[in-house]
Structure formats: C-alpha cells, structure tokens
C-alpha cells in the first residue's frame, strides 16, 4: 500500500505562487503515474496535471496551461506541482494521486493511490 503525504499548500494573494509536493511511501513510486487533481466546495474533484512514470510526459487541464508545472523526482519519491499566476478560481484542496500503470493516466478511475489533500486558498 502507497501512501502519499502532500504538502504546501497555503493562503497567497492573486497573482502569487505555491510549491505543493507529493511524497510517496515507497520506492516503487518510480514505476508510478502520478496526477494532482483538485476539488473546490461543491463541485466534482477534477485532474489539474498528470505526469508519467519517467517524467517525460506530462497533461494540465486547459484552466493551467502556462501556469502549472508538474515534475517528479524518482530519487525522492516525490512529485511537485509548481502553480504560479495564482487565481482565486484556483482556489481548492488538492491531491495527489498514483496509479501504478506507468503510462501518463488523467482520470480518476485510473488511479489506485489517493493522498488527503492540502487546502489552496488564493484570495483576491
């Protein structure tokens, strides 16, 4: 069983930026695909970027096309989502997610590992 451990998130004004990180339990991680999705009150949890096991290739929702980067780092087990250009719509609790297919995967279907979730809040 993997589990995932995010951190980062926070309070920051419109137009600011947040490093959220995903780490994983295990070292098997490195075989992973792995995803953020976010969910904001009252509305379906949605996928934000996926990346696949390698790093070599990646998926964002149109919303953060520009804005958001996701990247992994196999030696540390941990997956990073770095969000600049902040917008209130923005706002959300975030997850990281791993499915242990290894090919890029951004439905929530095809994930088999969830973490809790870090609250993002981008004020205006």
């Known amino acids: 069983q993997v589990q995932l451990v995010e951190s980062g998130g926070g309070l920051v004004q419109a137009g600011g930026s947040l490093r959220l990180s995903c780490a994983a339990s295990?070292?098997?991680?490195?075989?992973?695909?792995m995803g953020w999705f976010r969910q904001a009150p009252g509305k379906e949890r949605d996928v934000v970027a996926a990346i696949n096991w390698s790093g070599e290739n990646t998926y964002y929702t149109d919303s953060v096309k520009g804005r958001f980067t996701i990247s992994r780092d196999n030696a540390k087990n941990t997956v990073y989502l770095q969000m600049n250009s902040l917008k209130p719509e923005d706002t959300a609790v975030y997850h990281c997610?791993?499915?242990?297919?290894?090919?890029?995967?951004?439905?929530?279907?095809?994930?088999?590992?969830w973490g809790q979730g870090t609250q993002v809040t981008v004020s205006s």
């Open positions: 997610a791993a499915a242990r297919a290894g090919a890029l995967r951004f439905r929530e279907f095809e994930y088999d590992y």
């Open positions: 295990e070292r098997t991680f490195r075989m992973y695909a």
